[in-house]
């Protein structure tokens, strides 16, 4: 690990964290969670949850 890569650390963990929870939420599974995690961000729970729900239809 370098210098470069310390600052990714918290914002890979946040991914992780939210990627869990949005698939505990919604069902959806941990892969599609990090790619809605990836198109959308991690700014807009609400956007996010939308997305997994239509997702599960």
């Not at 599609?32 to 198109?39: H, P, V, Y």
């Amino acid at each position: 690990m370098n210098e470069l890569d310390e600052p990714k650390m918290p914002i890979q963990a946040a991914k992780e964290k939210h990627a869990n929870w949005l698939v505990d939420k919604t069902g959806i599974t941990l892969s599609q969670a990090r790619e809605l995690i990836d198109l959308i961000g991690l700014g807009s729970l609400p956007s996010l949850v939308r997305e997994a729900l239509l997702l599960k239809k």
